[in-house]
C-alpha cells in the first residue's frame, strides 16, 4: 500500500482496524516539528510556509454560476481556502478565554454580564481581514484542544454532513465553567459578495454561579469576490440572555453603511430583569470594547451629535462604490468614565503573509511532542490536504482534497443502499443541537442504555446526558 493509500477520510475508515472508527491515523505528517528552546518546547509563531498565491485563480470562473445559491453543498478549490478545518477555526472562540475566568470571580450578575458580552464580541473579533475560507469538516472529524496554562480544554466533531453542522464542548480544568454549542454555517454568493450566517446557538455556563447564557453569532459577509481589496463586516442582532437572573444584553453589530463611518463598530446595552436599562457597552469588535453608565452615554451622545451637528459638510459619493473599503478610523473614541471590558490581541507582524492569522490560530494545527500518541485518529491535525496546504504544497493539497471527499461521497453512498444512519461518536447528534439542555458531565456512574462514554485523548472521560 502507497503512502497516497494510507490517507483515509473521516467518514468511512475502511482501511481502520476498527471500521466504526473515524481515523486519519495512517497520514503522514510532515513539517509539523516543535520548536525547542533551551531544550524546552513553544508553540510556534509561524506557519511552515507563507500563504499561497492567488493571483493565477479566477473565482469568478467558479462562482458565476452560484449567484444566490448556497456554498456549502458546492466543492470549491483548495485556493479558496485557509489551513485550517472549520472545528479548528470555531475553536478560536477561546483565544479570550481569561473573560470567561474573570466572569467567574465577579460576585454581581450585571457585572458578569457585561463581561460575557465582551467575550462573546472578542470570539469573532479573529474573522478579522480572514478573507480565506476553512476546510469543511469531514462527517466524523473531530478536534481536541487542551490548553492547561489557560485552564480548559476543548473537543469538537463534524455530527452531520448534509446538512453541514459542527458541535463542540469546552470545560473548565477546574469545574469553572463549561461552553458548548453548534454551528450550521449557510455560505450564499451575491454577485460581489459572500454572506455567512452562522446558524446556531452558543450556551455559556458559570457553574459557580448556576447560571447559563445563550447568544447566536452576528452575520458576516465578505466583499469583492470577484474584484477589488477583500474586506469584511459583521453585522446583525446578538441577543444575550442570562437564563438564571432574567438579565440581558442586546447588542447591535452595525453594518458599513453608505461612507464607513459604522464599520465594525458595535452598541448596546444590558437591562435587569425588569428591563431597566442598567450599562451600555460600546465599541469595535476588531478592537476594543467598553463599558459606561446609560446616562453618562446618553449625555455624552447628545453633546457629540450636536458638535457633529455644526461642523457637518456635504459629503460626495457621486462614483463611489457600495463594496469599496471605506476608510475607518481605526480608534474607538472613549467616553470618560467608561471602563475597558476587552482590547484584542495584536496580530504578529507576519500575520498578512499567513493567511491573516493570530498568533493562536498559528498554532492550533501544530502537533506537539508526543501529541500524535494521545489524539484521536479522527483529529483534523492528521488532514494530509490542510498539512500539505500549510507546507505550500498547493497541488498536494488539491489533490488530497479531491480524493478525501470522494472517499465521503462513497460512503455515503453506501450507508444509502444499506439504509444505515450515521451516528456521532463524541457529540450529540444535529437533532438535539439546538436544544439548550444538553449537558455533558464528568462523572464515575454507571452510564445507562444509550449515553455511551466521550472520550478526550488525553484520558478524560465525558458522558453524554441528554435531559
Not at 464607513?260 to 436599562?277: A, C, F, M, T
Not at 498536494?396 to 480524493?403: D, G, M, P, T, V
Request: proline share 5%; hydrophobic share 35%; charged share 30%.
Amino acid at each position: 500500500m502507497n503512502s497516497e493509500e494510507e490517507f483515509y477520510d473521516a467518514e468511512t475508515g475502511l482501511e481502520s482496524d476498527d471500521s466504526c472508527e473515524v481515523s486519519f491515523k495512517d497520514a503522514l505528517v510532515s513539517g509539523s516539528c516543535a520548536s525547542q528552546q533551551n531544550g524546552v518546547w513553544e508553540r510556534r509563531k509561524t506557519l511552515p510556509a507563507v500563504m499561497i498565491s492567488r493571483n493565477n485563480f479566477s473565482v469568478w470562473s467558479i462562482l458565476k454560476k452560484c449567484i444566490g445559491m448556497e456554498l456549502s453543498k458546492i466543492a470549491m478549490p483548495v485556493e479558496f481556502n485557509e489551513p485550517l478545518s472549520f472545528l479548528q477555526r470555531f475553536s478560536e472562540y477561546m483565544e479570550h478565554t481569561h473573560l470567561i475566568h474573570q466572569a467567574c470571580s465577579l460576585s454581581d450578575s450585571i457585572e458578569r454580564m457585561k463581561v460575557v458580552a465582551a467575550f462573546a464580541v472578542s470570539a469573532v473579533a479573529s474573522q478579522w481581514e480572514r478573507t480565506g475560507k476553512p476546510f469543511n469538516p469531514l462527517l466524523g472529524e473531530t478536534f481536541e484542544l487542551v490548553r492547561e496554562d489557560e485552564g480548559y480544554r476543548l473537543i469538537s466533531e463534524q455530527v452531520s454532513h448534509h446538512p453541514p453542522i459542527s458541535a463542540f464542548h469546552a470545560q473548565s480544568l477546574k469545574q469553572d465553567f463549561e461552553f458548548h454549542g453548534s454551528i450550521q454555517p449557510k455560505l450564499k454568493f451575491w454577485g460581489k459578495s459572500v454572506e455567512a450566517e452562522p446558524k446556531g446557538i452558543m450556551t455559556l455556563e458559570l457553574l459557580k454561579h448556576k447560571e447559563a447564557y445563550t447568544w447566536t453569532n452576528p452575520m458576516c459577509c465578505v466583499h469583492n469576490i470577484i474584484l477589488g481589496k477583500l474586506w469584511i463586516e459583521q453585522y446583525g442582532t446578538v441577543e444575550i440572555i442570562n437564563h438564571s437572573t432574567g438579565d440581558k444584553c442586546i447588542m447591535n453589530f452595525k453594518p458599513c453603511g453608505m461612507f464607513g463611518k459604522e464599520l465594525h463598530k458595535v452598541e448596546g446595552y444590558i437591562q435587569d430583569r425588569s428591563k431597566k436599562k442598567r450599562s451600555v457597552i460600546y465599541g469595535k469588535w476588531t478592537e476594543c470594547m467598553y463599558s459606561v453608565d446609560p446616562k453618562v452615554y446618553e449625555a455624552f451622545k447628545k453633546s457629540d451629535k450636536k458638535m457633529g451637528s455644526d461642523s457637518q459638510k456635504e459629503h460626495d459619493c457621486e462614483g463611489e462604490e457600495a463594496d469599496e473599503l471605506p476608510e475607518v478610523q481605526e480608534t474607538v473614541t472613549v467616553i470618560p468614565g467608561s471602563a475597558l471590558l476587552w482590547r484584542i490581541t495584536p496580530r504578529p507582524l507576519h500575520s498578512a503573509q499567513m493567511y491573516n492569522f493570530t498568533s493562536f490560530a498559528m498554532t492550533l494545527n501544530e502537533l506537539e511532542p508526543g501529541m500524535e500518541r494521545l489524539i484521536a485518529p479522527t483529529d483534523c491535525r492528521l488532514r494530509p490536504d490542510i498539512r500539505a496546504m500549510e507546507n505550500g504544497d498547493i497541488d498536494l493539497a488539491s489533490s488530497e482534497k479531491e480524493r478525501l471527499e470522494e472517499k465521503q461521497r462513497a460512503a455515503r453512498r453506501e450507508r444509502s443502499k444499506d439504509e444505515e444512519e450515521w451516528s456521532t461518536r463524541l457529540l450529540p447528534n444535529q437533532r438535539c443541537l439546538s436544544v439548550s439542555k444538553c449537558r455533558y458531565r464528568k462523572t464515575n456512574q454507571v452510564v445507562p442504555p444509550g449515553n455511551e462514554p466521550v472520550h478526550w485523548g488525553r484520558g478524560l472521560a465525558l458522558h453524554r446526558w441528554i435531559l
